[in-house]
């Protein structure tokens, strides 16, 4: 019986060397054979082995039936106004999932996915209104990467600097896919671990293994209120890991990383923007070297009525924060017109255009 095809983007890379040296040492390939594919999975973004032209032609047949790229398919593309530019990727099983790409003046940030749909169910997020359909493959998690990357050499003419792993999906709740795909982007890839960040709504047992890695992964919060009851009614995971259980997990993981915590708190008109829930805010935050992303909530139509704060009483809420000493910021919802912005994955589809192949996806 034949054995499986391997896909290169999910496995170490010094697994992916070592079975790249096995398959040209059993041709009789010179070692180089090895370091030319590296090249073209980690450097040249290689859809496929015939764009290994270095490459007898033979080579990139049997390489073919022996390994896989994971190349995705891209079936929409949506542009904004402020240059956010999100993708619909389909999969080799017919399930789709979303990455944006995010352009500032001194970054360009991969928001890419891991799970296809989430089963979270956040109150404020379209994603699990849509509910959970399977986990992400390490190599599904990757190839956005190496997908988005040919996008950004192309459109935005630079290279991503930056990667969250804030798409559609909790990447702690497909845990052994998602450190394999760190491995994969730090070792192979070459991105720094204080470039990546990991997001997650606070599940516990996720975070003290991420505390318990050598690399300086960065962590976010996805917490949006600070007393439990309403942070139940918004994100039903405070009944499995309550805030006090989380923030001992945040302490520990401080302990072990030295680096500091972000929290993202969406501001949702009337619902979680009084200067009391501020205040309740830096309290349970005290003793934590953190940073609060303020998000204006993004309207998710035909699932939601909520609005966004009002710039005032965002700016009250800014401002009790950083009377008690949490720095904090607002966040400017970007891709918003496309439904890419923070909580709006997986919505609208009438604002994307088929994919024109001249743009090289």
């Known amino acids: 019986m034949k054995e499986p095809i391997v896909e290169l983007l999910g496995i170490s890379p010094e697994d992916a060397r070592a079975s790249l040296r096995a398959f040209f040492k059993a041709r009789n ?14 450097d040249r973004h290689a859809r496929s082995f015939n764009e290994m ?15 896989s790229l994971t190349e995705l398919e891209s079936t929409y593309v949506a542009r904004s106004s402020d240059g956010t530019v999100k993708h619909l990727w389909r999969l080799d099983d017919g399930e ?16 890419l996915s891991s799970q296809v749909g989430c089963a979270l169910g956040c109150q404020f997020c379209a994603t699990g209104h849509f509910g959970f359909r399977r986990q992400l493959r390490p190599a599904e998690i990757v190839a956005q990467y190496s997908n988005s990357s040919r996008v950004a050499l192309h459109d935005f003419e630079r290279p991503i ?37 990991i997001s997650t709504v606070g599940l516990v047992p996720g975070i003290l293994k991420l505390a318990q890695r050598p690399e300086p992964f960065e962590l976010a919060i ?35 990383k030295k680096r500091r915590i972000s929290f993202e708190y969406t501001l949702i008109d009337g619902v979680n923007d009084e200067p009391k829930l501020a205040r309740a805010l830096a309290d349970i935050a005290r003793g934590l070297t953190c940073f609060v992303n303020l998000i204006p909530f993004n309207p998710i ?6 609005r966004a704060s009002s710039p005032s009483k965002i700016a ?9 000493g949490i720095q904090n910021a607002v966040r400017r919802p970007r891709g918003r017109d496309i439904a890419a912005a923070c909580g709006q994955l997986r919505l609208a589809r009438k604002a994307a255009v ?8």
């Open 29 to 42: 390939e010179a070692e180089f054979r090895t370091k030319q594919v590296e090249e073209w999975l980690f």
């Open 53 to 67: 032209t270095n490459l007898p032609s033979n080579l990139q047949v049997e390489l073919g039936n022996e390994f």
């Open 96 to 111: 789709r999932v979303e990455s944006v790409l995010i352009p500032t003046k001194d970054r360009l940030t991969l928001c």
């Open 161 to 197: 600097t930056n990667i969250v792993y804030m798409g559609m999906g909790e990447p702690l709740a497909n845990l052994d896919s998602v450190i394999n795909s760190l491995n994969t982007l730090h070792r192979g890839f070459r991105k720094g671990a204080r470039r990546i960040t």
């Open 222 to 256: 996805s917490l949006h209120a600070p007393l439990h009851e309403l942070r139940l009614e918004l994100m039903p995971i405070e009944k499995r890991y309550p805030l006090p259980d989380l923030f001992e997990a945040l302490r520990s993981f401080q302990r072990q």
């Open 301 to 306: 139509p035909a699932i939601s009525e909520w």
């Open 316 to 324: 009250r809420f800014s401002e009790v924060l950083t009377e008690r």
């Open 354 to 361: 088929s994919v024109n192949k001249k743009e090289g996806l």
